[in-house]
């Protein structure tokens, strides 16, 4: 069965500092792997997924198949970013039928203080 | 565009009540998804629909919960009778296609947060 872990239910950082939000995956097949983010009052949205290879808001993920993880990197935090933050996993099949339900980690309170 | 929007945005029932849920995709959208979450624990998969069609239900906890998706467009889910443990938030997200060989981005509405007493 597929599972998502997100090891840490809170992180704190100050401003201007580095963060990482860990995820680690369980799956047999071929992910896709997202993460999602809920910022306070507003509803869950997309920040990056790892096809994209992208940075959003200056975050970036990596998807490393032989450590299993997709840890959400960012070089210098800001006070915008406090928010849940959600590692997501769908199943995806290359060239055949795609499934679009998602399996979550528990999410992780970002608090980026001044 | 309108995004997904879903009904009521809080709804307090007592044990053995009934409750329907309401969720409005986004226009065009064929794939609805039901998730949920419980306090405490993470977001969960409910069911998914294409078009009007069942999916997948396979997160669907038991009987009591009946989830319909008239002509394609909205979806309802309904939760008879409730029990004290359906407590959570409801989320319901929609996405454009089905599609192969990948999964098209979900977008997700606010929310119903169920309390039953």
Redesign the interface.
């Known amino acids: 069965a597929q599972r998502v872990t997100q090891p840490e239910k809170l992180l704190s950082v100050f401003k201007g500092a580095p963060v990482e939000l860990k995820c680690n995956y369980s799956y047999s097949g071929s992910p896709e792997l997202f993460w999602y983010v809920q910022y306070s009052r507003q509803r869950l949205q997309l920040l990056l997924r790892h096809i994209s290879r992208e940075s959003i808001k200056g975050f970036t993920a990596d998807l490393n198949k032989g450590e299993t993880s997709f840890h959400l990197k960012k070089p210098f935090a800001q006070e915008e970013d406090s928010a849940m933050y959600y590692c997501a996993l769908s199943h995806s099949y290359a060239g055949g039928t795609s499934y679009g339900k998602l399996t979550f980690g528990q999410g992780t309170i970002l608090t980026v203080h001044p | 565009e309108a995004?997904?929007t879903q009904f009521p945005s809080h709804s307090v029932i007592e044990k053995g009540q009934t409750v329907t849920l309401r969720c409005d995709p986004i226009s065009g959208h064929d794939?609805l998804?039901w998730?949920r979450r419980v306090m405490g624990?993470?977001?969960?998969?409910l069911l998914?629909f294409v078009k009007e069609s069942k999916q997948?239900e396979s997160?669907m906890p038991n009987n009591r919960f009946l989830a319909e998706r008239t002509g394609g467009t909205y979806s309802t889910l309904k939760v008879q009778p409730a029990e004290l443990e359906d407590s959570g938030v409801y989320?319901c997200a929609s996405?454009p296609q089905?599609?192969?060989?990948?999964?098209?981005?979900?977008?997700?509405?606010?929310?119903t947060r169920l309390t039953v007493l």
């Open positions: 995004g997904v794939n998804y998730y624990k993470e977001i969960k998969f998914h997948d997160g989320f996405s089905w599609s192969t060989g990948g999964t098209d981005t979900q977008y997700f509405g606010p929310g």
